[in-house]
């Protein structure tokens, strides 16, 4: 009896879990959105966990970013320049205007003259408060600075890998069985090495007569390889171990199945890791394809066409 | 003999250690403290190892650590100020103030401004000895910011995982066992991934006639998860090879039982890895719960409702 | 029958894949070219997969660097230039030139005064509009040089591991059979520690008639060393089970052949991982050489003369 | 005899390497030096590797390193003073000065406020050629800067660990055998995880007629430990496989025996891996000696005390 518990337990120990319930099943809902997000919301977040500042302001787009670098600055300016001039634009020596307007607007100049700690000087603080502001703006603005510019180069040198996929995964012949694959190629020049990939199916599944969303890692014919100088046609043999033995495009569609992809690996410029994820819906995969040919050597180089990275011609199935 | 004596050296080898002797138990005190960190005191560090500057400032509240940085601004432009006041403040063209208070007040104000490199220049030095004193100072300025900027810069892009651990664990029915767990849920929104969760058991034991603290790993149901998308119910299975087998909610009271966990992983963002632990004590493990479901399909959208991560319903155990 | 599938399956996975395709092969292009980098070229990458101008500016030489900041940077002046002339250098206060070529000039260096925060307010701005200018340029300018600044530092503490190969590989007699080795010297004074190399085989193999592209791992005598202190000859034994059995410096060419070498390590100074790769064509194989000592004790110290790195001597193999 | 010859190959696996040719040995010279540095010097190594200005400044004492960034700052203000007052310090307005030696202190003055961007603005650049000049300096000044406050900011936030080793190994009875064991405190207050340590023994031997340094790695109690709380007993069982079955201090005083010990683990701060070498000499090595306790529970908190980290008491051996 014991035998029989410690072989549930085993069998338990194989299935994936991506911390999704199983009894959780929602036939429009796919598991990784196309841009590799998770499809989920969080209820009961705290205040800095939904916001959290520094990864949206990372991944933000540029143009975003620069729109908000703006607006910062303006407001910190807008701010400054209402406290000098509610303390008396007088003690902002070298302002002349009478104006009130225009007078406020070389407060806001002055501002940004020390928030950017460029300092002219033909604008300068007078009288111990005004000076003591400035003094605090002149730090603030150190300070302020080093958290633009810090996000400005973490974007900048953030390693972003470029890995194309072919549009669609395929079942095709492989060896003298068939198997599922996808292609990848690496689109930046620059290396990727100790790339891993990790492949995980999920489907839903009778189990006691409720459907449940089932996870299962498919093996691999290679995990990983040392160099992924070019195109990687990732395989899973459909052996008679393989889950997805005897399925067929009907019975993945009934299933509602869909493919989970990790890959890892190391940006060779800095030794940075990377990471990326894609997904294929069951529609996504087309059954008695193979990729087509994209590597042909040219004088004395291999030249790659990353157009032809989802090209597939028909190949007929070993049954 | 000799495979006697390996026995027993192998024997040892899968115990754990925590680094702690093992003839040293206190009833009272619990190894990790509710804020993760280790209940312990160190004599006669050196220094800098007592100290440890850049740790502290780093890990210190928000509040204070802007407090830490006004108080050195000020402290430094107060030297400074002081050295620009003894050497005579009439090297220091612009200044017109006859008395010598207000006097040492521009000279503050010049201070912070050669010291954030602003140089307005309504003020400026005179003579070989200001005139150099000036020049270090700009130098000092921008070296000492460097560190102010860096960690500012260091603590906002900290990657801070926000795990939320269920309050209790719980010893709850597992197949056709039982087993105890806890949940867990990533509280924000980027990716953890590889997330990896080791847990160690301690009790103390009699161990010829000395009360002895003992730690063993617990061996677990999956220690990895690729994704930590959403909630992950950890699961020790209590088979009969578990230290826990015929373990009672009393002997772990009677023996001041504790759970100490550990998770690894990496922030999907910039690749960082991070790391968090957690601790139960026997008292805090419910004995025949299990935890309620947290998530939910809305629409086409998994949603998780992280204030039920604790939350747990009675369930018979499996004898 | 599943089973001969399976030991098809079996057999695949040992094979090496560096994602070129197996049908691909060219006798005049070498894999890896002199320098390390992949003899590889993609069409279709998009502009900034191309580009790739962080990793263009990290790696490329000093002296390309410092022309492409100093271009850029009177590119920026040249433009803020531009428009503070064309708005009109009235606005700009203290330039009194009259000559439209002086004057703009002037604007030239105010604009740099600007960029750099220098402002020493010789030159000042007034009026709206230039104020303003200023104002953006100033923000712009502490934008900027955080990234030449970044890139600066970044290329400064780059880890750049400086690992000499021998010029050659040799066949030498190791043991009582014969080994394939190369040789490797850390010719930093830092220490790289837990180094790990591979060593990939490639050859033209008859496959069906055609010529086919094919990848080996070749087993090391030790993949890994704790301490890359000194010189580490790297061995393939030449067992019975090796690719190499029974291979000639005759097939090896007829072959086509080449040893593709990747080494990794942690550099000690900062724990950065680093990475460098280095390949032998057939051509570049000694057969019944085998290394001369590299190494000697001097007093109390061990000198290591890196001009040895690749001097072989002759040896006679064993059969 | 294919079985002989992989039985060689086999055996010669398990040897360690440190990249030391086996055929030198040198009585006097310990391989890792107290500090931790290793013995070792190197001929016709390039100026760049032997320089290594990055690793040197980041790893100097913190005096010297402030007195290279005191002298750099000097010479390049000199430097650059010099050209303006080539140049001709009348185009340096608000310099009055007819003394050639103190218009030459101004110009340096000139320079450090230009190189510092703080630009006070007394005197400023006026001429094509002297404005050019100084919009050079400070572009180039900002570079400067960020090397020096990059390398500062590096230094200051470097992962540093702290192990206090104790000053002695010892033989001591361990569970009925004995083991060679030595003892090891985390001084600081963070958390080292992951903590991995390797501990390779090393000799001389006699080799057909020839003395040979061999180098054997020590199979450890435990090698890797998740929490490096407070203090870790490192144990090699000497099982009668170990390679010290039957030794003696004399017998490893006559071989001149050394014990080298890697640490690696992870600094919980900012999760930087960490690394620290050790080394203990045959004449290091108490025998018939184990170490005392060195923790004790205080109220609720256990209390470690650094100063017995090395204490030892005598202990009977097992025969």
């Known amino acids: 009896m014991a035998i029989k518990k410690n072989s549930l ?10 911390g999704f319930g199983t009894n959780v099943t929602s036939r429009q809902a796919r598991i990784i959105k196309a841009n590799g997000e998770f499809n989920v919301k969080k209820l009961g977040q705290s205040f800095s966990a939904r916001v959290n500042v520094y990864n949206k302001l990372i991944l933000m787009s540029w143009p975003k970013f620069f729109a908000y670098i703006m607006a910062f600055y303006l407001s910190i300016n807008f701010i400054f320049a209402s406290v000098y001039y509610f303390v008396g634009t007088e003690n902002l020596k070298g302002i002349t205007s009478e104006n009130s307007l225009t007078a406020f607007g070389e407060a806001f100049f002055f501002s940004s003259q020390t928030l950017t700690t460029v300092g002219y000087g033909h604008v300068s603080p007078s009288g111990f408060l005004t000076s003591s502001i400035a003094a605090f703006e002149a730090m603030i603005g150190l300070l302020i600075f080093s958290i ?16 194309v996929f072919s549009e669609n995964a395929v079942v095709a012949p492989y060896l003298n069985i068939n198997g ?8 930046k020049n620059n290396q990727l090495i100790n790339v891993e990939v990790s492949v995980i199916f999920s489907r839903n599944e009778l189990d006691n007569g409720e459907i449940k969303r089932k996870y299962y890692n498919l093996e691999l014919e290679r995990k990983q390889v040392k160099f992924f100088a070019m195109a990687w046609t990732v395989v899973h043999p459909i052996t008679e171990s393989s889950i997805l033995f005897n399925e067929t495009a009907e019975s993945l569609a009934e299933a509602d199945a869909e493919i989970l992809i990790s890959l890892e690996g190391t940006d060779d410029t800095q030794a940075d890791k990377v990471h990326t994820r894609r997904s294929y819906l069951y529609e996504e995969i ?6 087509d040919n994209i590597l042909s050597p040219v004088d004395n180089t291999y ?5 032809k990275v989802g090209k597939t011609i028909k190949a007929e199935l070993n049954s």
């Open 9 to 18: 337990v085993d069998k338990e120990k194989e299935r994936q879990d991506l």
């Open 148 to 163: 633009m510019t810090g996000l400005l180069y973490g974007r900048f040198s953030r390693p972003n890998p470029k890995v």
């Open 180 to 187: 599922l694959m996808f292609r990848m190629v690496n689109e």
């Open 286 to 291: 087309l059954w008695g394809h193979k990729f």
């Open 303 to 307: 030249v790659i066409d990353l157009n």
